[in-house]
């Protein structure tokens, strides 16, 4: 049996976002739990609620569908996300890969894709709006070239291109162990493995790299 995929959308248009409701329910394998006007409510009802699905707008009072991303990223069992956005920037969308988010709506055409969207993000596969696949290119082929240049970054496990990620953004050793669940001496070994794989000598120096390449790991 077929299990259920509930949700909790977040939209500060109320019409909007019952239509999004609308296009959900229209599927039987879809249960929207709970709604929300910005940001904040929407964090607290999904920590609430546990759906396997968020579908928030990024553009929110209170906090962005990314701030709220990025919060649920630093907890255990996160549900999967669906992004929507009225705009189609490259920045934005970089910053939602990075994040581990899947799908990327342009609002547009949310009504005909979200159904489709979260089908494919709880079976593990990505969903970008067609009108955003340019873009998309573009990311792999900067990620294809920054490969090519270091080597060593395709060795890096799951768990260590996490850790890189979160040096990128300057945060401390406790930081990371906090926010992975992970002793500190862990993640100073990771630090360690890190820099191994990538040929990088001295703590300073695995910062500098992550700091000049933050927008490619």
Do not use: C
């Not at 189609?88 to 890969?97: G, H, I, Q, S, V």
């Amino acid at each position: 049996m077929k299990k259920t995929a509930t949700i909790v959308i977040a939209d500060d248009h109320p019409m909007f976002r019952s239509g999004v409701r609308q296009a959900l329910e229209r599927d039987p394998d879809m249960k929207v739990l709970a709604e929300a006007g910005d940001g904040a409510t929407a964090l607290a009802l999904i920590q609430e609620q546990r759906p396997r699905v968020a579908v928030l707008d990024i553009n929110m009072p209170k906090m962005s569908g990314l701030d709220v991303a990025r919060a649920l990223s630093k907890e255990k069992n996160p549900p999967e996300i669906v992004l929507l956005t009225m705009f189609d920037d490259e920045e934005m969308l970089n910053e939602a890969m990075d994040l581990g988010v899947k799908a990327y709506l342009l609002k547009e055409s949310a009504s005909i894709d979200i159904s489709n969207a979260v089908h494919a993000v709880i079976e593990g596969r990505h969903f970008i709006s067609p009108a955003m696949t340019d873009k998309l290119l573009k990311r792999q082929e900067k990620h294809l070239e920054f490969a090519t240049k270091q080597p060593g970054i395709d060795q890096l496990s799951p768990t260590e291109r996490k850790v890189l990620k979160l040096i990128s953004d300057s945060k401390t050793s406790k930081e990371i162990a906090e926010g992975l669940f992970l002793s500190p001496k862990t993640v100073d070994n990771y630090r360690f493995k890190i820099s191994e794989k990538l040929g990088i000598r001295g703590a300073y120096s695995l910062l500098k790299f992550a700091l000049e390449n933050k927008k490619l790991l």
